[in-house]
């Protein structure tokens, strides 16, 4: 099976391959839920209040994400230099650790979501009228969080063995397998909401099925579960895991915040329509977003190997070319959006009061999108890296410390209402975004120089 060769492969080769395997995969993966949104919009005489309330759900599934990026995007890299710097045995340990942390962690949450499901949904601002439709599709998409959160969670691990083809197609199975679901559930067998739910539960079966089965029998490191003697005895480890994923856990889980943030002010200036408005600017959002992840994420692996490796020029000219590949993205989709907002919007909803409140938020809100790059690529290498401190530090000065009290602020304080909600997002994107990119090259670029003078150096 062909893999990225990531120590002697060409660095805009093994980004490219990487970033457009993964590309493929995180559009693919986006499906599950942006498909969900596209059929449920188009529900006949409910379709715009059902989207809002599944918009309220969007939190909880952001939740589940987090808690898997806090095992997978924590232990990958790790796994990535340990794998660079030849240490396998602990590479192996980190696997099967955030193996058994995943599958645990899916259960408790699991577990809790169902049994506080109604008030949870209550209060991230679901009215009376979208509970209806916003409790059934909620319990039926927990129903899925353990092969949810093993398929995002172990992905990384998959990709960063070099099997990124692999990873793609345990997303493409899911992916297809929901687009064909979703009207039959929702349409043919008159389920509505919760068609969609079980549609995408069904999907995300499918997905774990092929990747735990690669993981099991064909991956050059294998996936076991840890009894809980082993687990305990590695705390050290779960500690570095958790400590560094916790980067990518609040990206998520601010995001999540975010979002609850947006959703109660929102219903409470501009009423229920609002909420739908910034459902759609969240799923286009996601849409136009996955790109960049991709870029940054497919040369992650690169980057950890290459630094566990001690080969500074490797990991230079690999930050060099997500950069630019990443601006180059993001300048043209700021573009489309400035100048056609309705081709993205149109992907969601056909409903023209709804379309015309939609446009002018949706300009305010991807605004100054372009400095989205500086974060992303900023928080890779910190990430990648292993600079726990600063990944963390800065996913939260961007959706907490920035976000989060302008969301408030703006519109009550400032007298600006919703506008003021879609405009805490591109302030947020411009400071959070150059304070992070300045910070990485304050830290990392003197760091990679010295580690370049000390391989130089005679011994």
């Known amino acids: 099976m062909r893999r990225v060769d990531f120590e002697n492969g060409g660095i805009v080769q093994n980004i490219l391959q990487s970033a457009f395997l993964m590309l493929i995969a995180q559009i693919l993966n986006l499906l599950y839920n942006i498909v969900d949104r596209v059929y449920i919009a188009r529900i006949p005489e409910i379709g715009t209040a059902a989207?809002?309330?599944?918009?309220?759900?969007?939190?909880?599934?952001?939740?589940?994400?987090?808690?898997?990026?806090?095992?997978?995007t924590g232990g990958a890299p790790l796994f990535s230099i340990a794998r660079g710097s030849g240490d396998q045995d602990r590479a192996r340990r980190i696997l099967h650790t955030c193996y058994t942390l995943l599958a645990g962690c899916a259960l408790v949450l699991m577990a809790v979501g169902l049994l506080f499901a109604r008030p949870i949904l209550a209060l991230f601002g679901a009215s009376d009228n979208a509970m209806q439709y916003a409790l059934p599709y909620m319990v039926i998409y927990l129903l899925g969080t353990l092969p949810s959160m093993l398929t995002t969670g172990l992905n990384p691990f998959v990709n960063a063995q070099g099997y990124v083809m692999v990873g793609m197609s345990s997303v493409v199975i899911g992916a297809v397998a929901n687009l064909v679901l979703d009207p039959l559930f929702i349409f043919a067998f008159g389920m509505g909401v919760a068609g969609a739910a079980?549609?995408?539960?069904?999907?995300?079966?499918?997905?774990?099925?092929?990747?735990?089965?690669?993981?099991?029998?064909?991956?050059?490191?294998?996936?076991?579960?840890?009894?809980?003697?082993?687990?305990?005895?590695?705390?050290?480890?779960?500690?570095?895991?958790?400590?560094?994923?916790?980067?990518?856990?609040?990206?998520?889980?601010?995001?999540?915040?975010?979002?609850?943030?947006?959703?109660?002010?929102?219903?409470?200036?501009?009423?229920?329509?609002?909420?739908?408005?910034?459902?759609?600017?969240?799923?286009?959002?996601?849409?136009?977003?996955?790109?960049?992840?991709?870029?940054?994420?497919?040369?992650s692996p690169i980057i950890s190997y290459n630094y566990g490796a001690r080969r500074p020029g490797r990991v230079r000219q690999a930050c060099l070319i997500m950069g630019l590949?990443?601006?180059?993205?993001?300048?043209?989709?700021?573009?489309?959006?400035?100048?056609?907002?309705?081709?993205?919007?149109?992907?969601?909803?056909?409903?023209?009061?709804?379309?015309?409140?939609?446009?002018?938020?949706?300009?305010?809100?991807?605004?100054?999108?372009?400095?989205?790059?500086?974060?992303?690529?900023?928080?890779?290498?910190?990430?990648s890296l292993n600079k726990k401190r600063q990944a963390v530090f800065f996913s939260l000065l961007r959706k907490v410390i920035i976000v989060v009290p302008l969301t408030y602020l703006l519109p009550y304080a400032f007298g600006l209402g919703t506008d003021g909600v879609f405009l805490a997002e591109p302030i947020s994107n411009v400071i959070g975004g150059c304070a992070c990119f300045l910070a990485m090259l304050a830290t990392v670029w003197p760091e990679l120089k010295a580690m370049a003078a000390d391989s130089a150096a005679p011994r």
């Not at 309220?56 to 997978?72: K, Q």
């Not at 579960?225 to 895991?241: E, F, M």
Request: with cysteine.
């Open 51 to 72: 989207l809002g309330a599944v918009g309220v759900c969007f939190p909880v599934i952001v939740i589940i994400t987090a808690f898997s990026n806090l095992f997978g």
């Open 198 to 299: 079980a549609a995408t539960v069904l999907s995300q079966v499918l997905s774990a099925v092929f990747l735990l089965g690669f993981l099991h029998r064909r991956a050059e490191y294998r996936v076991r579960l840890l009894p809980l003697r082993d687990l305990l005895a590695g705390l050290a480890l779960i500690r570095d895991i958790v400590s560094l994923g916790t980067a990518g856990f609040i990206m998520q889980l601010t995001n999540s915040l975010v979002t609850i943030s947006c959703n109660n002010v929102l219903a409470a200036t501009g009423g229920d329509l609002y909420v739908s408005v910034m459902t759609i600017l969240s799923s286009v959002r996601q849409m136009v977003e996955t790109p960049l992840a991709a870029i940054t994420d497919g040369s």
């Open 325 to 383: 590949l990443a601006f180059g993205y993001a300048l043209a989709i700021w573009l489309v959006i400035q100048l056609a907002p309705r081709v993205l919007i149109a992907v969601f909803s056909s409903d023209r009061t709804l379309l015309a409140d939609t446009v002018p938020a949706m300009k305010l809100y991807f605004s100054t999108f372009i400095f989205m790059l500086l974060q992303y690529v900023g928080q890779t290498v910190f990430k």
